[in-house]
């Protein structure tokens, strides 16, 4: 016949007479607590909860982190579109300085690209380790999504205030030295 698993346990000699009976007394114990308060305590039922709690908040970290990763990768991709689809192709032999950073770069325009880029018509924006030109609205359209991408986005030139004294002293920003 089939003995209880306690009993092959005792017969084995794995187990002590005197265990078995303080284990099955704690049962009795907990099926009489159970009976008085109408529910059961279970510690085990508690901490399973506990850690199944805890997985669940680690997988919704996990699935945000996730979701950040693909919003970034999804945005990057966008402004890599807007300036390819975008690029003023113009090579000349006017060198333009603008700064990236810390490091001065210069880009070889057309006069005519030259003008555009210094009154803020044309920007220059980076894709990988490569400058390229942009009109202005793509440039703000890219700004919005990835500010370090733009290099170069001059403001055009707002009327001077009407009490500027210097108003009829200009300074060129195109000077070639």
Known sequence: MSKSLAEQLLKAGLG???KLKNIKKEQHKERVQAGKNGQVVNQAAVLA???KQAQVARDRELNQQKKAEAERKALIAQVKQLIEMNIIKDK?????NFTDGSKIK???VSEKVHQQLVKGLIAIARLGEQYHLVPIQIAEKIQLRQPEAIVLLNQQDAQAPEDDPYADFKIPDDLMW
């Open 16 to 18: 002590d007479a005197k």
């Open 49 to 51: 909860e506990q850690a």
């Open 92 to 96: 000349g032999e006017t060198g333009f």
């Open 106 to 108: 210069k880009i070889y």
